[in-house]
T-cell receptor, first 115, second 114 residues
Framework: KAGVTQTPRYLIKTRGQQVTLSCSPI?????VSWYQQTPGQGLQFLFE???????NKGNFPGRFSGRQFSNSRSEMNVSTLELGDSALYLC?????FGTGSGEQFFGPGTRLTVL | AQSVSQHNHHVILSEAASLELGCNYS??????LFWYVQYPGQHLQLLLK??????LVKGIKGFEAEFIKSKFSFNLRKPSVQWSDTAEYFC????????????FGQGTTLQVKP
């Protein structure tokens, strides 16, 4: 079974630009969660999508948004990039329902550098 | 507020030493608990999980963890570490009704000296 894939793996942008990151979950998984990982703040939850609907949201500004498609693939978008947005962005997928639904499988991440 | 606290930020051990990493959480309600590991250059992998039942759970590579509800703790243990266990370890919690929102601890960097 293929794992969670994320594209691109590396991205360099400048302040003020916007960026879109993509995530393909494990086949059959309907939930996709996004996390930001930085040395200072650690792993922080951004949002979760389940069946094309945002089900949970973390404490990030509105510049961070996402969506999920009917095939469960998800994208996250960051507009008006700031230097502090430089981070590893992780996507995780899970069944999203039933016993054990909290078990998440992580992708390799997208390393975003904002200059 | 929901939070996870890992007691040790950086641990250095010699091979064959025993390991215990502390994890305490603050969460109102029923939780599911996890330990994830991130080896150098690799992505986060699940080490072990607790959903219900026996509070002593076993994971991959000889790791185990004990859930003590009264202490809100989920400590990770391994009797004898190997050099290949060098990695960053994260404790995480999710509310049983909040399946997609993992709350992570700050992580513990484990360095095992050969």
């Amino acid at each position: 079974k293929a794992g969670v894939t994320q594209t691109p793996r590396y991205l360099i942008k400048t302040r003020g630009q916007q960026v879109t990151l993509s995530c393909s979950p494990i086949s059959g998984h309907r939930s996709v969660s996004w996390y930001q990982q930085t040395p200072g703040q650690g792993l922080q939850f951004l949002f979760e999508y389940f069946s094309e609907t945002q089900r949970n949201k973390g404490n990030f500004p509105g510049r961070f948004s996402g969506r999920q498609f009917s095939n469960s693939r998800s994208e996250m978008n960051v507009s008006t990039l700031e230097l502090g947005d430089s981070a590893l962005y992780l996507c995780a997928s899970s069944l999203g329902f039933g016993t054990g639904s909290g078990e998440q499988f992580f992708g390799p991440g997208t390393r975003l550098t904002v200059l | 507020a929901q939070s996870v606290s890992q007691h040790n930020h950086h641990v250095i051990l010699s091979e064959a030493a025993s390991l215990e990493l502390g994890c305490n959480y603050s969460y109102g309600g029923t939780v599911n608990l996890f330990w994830y590991v991130q080896y150098p250059g690799q992505h986060l992998q699940l080490l072990l999980k607790y959903f219900s039942g026996d509070p002593l759970v076993k994971g991959i590579k000889g790791f185990e963890a004990e859930f003590i509800k009264s202490k809100f703790s989920f400590n990770l243990r391994k009797p004898s570490v190997q050099w290949s266990d060098t990695a960053e370890y994260f404790c995480a919690v999710v509310g049983s009704g909040n399946t997609g929102k993992l709350i992570f601890g700050q992580g513990t960097t484990l360095q095992v000296k050969p």
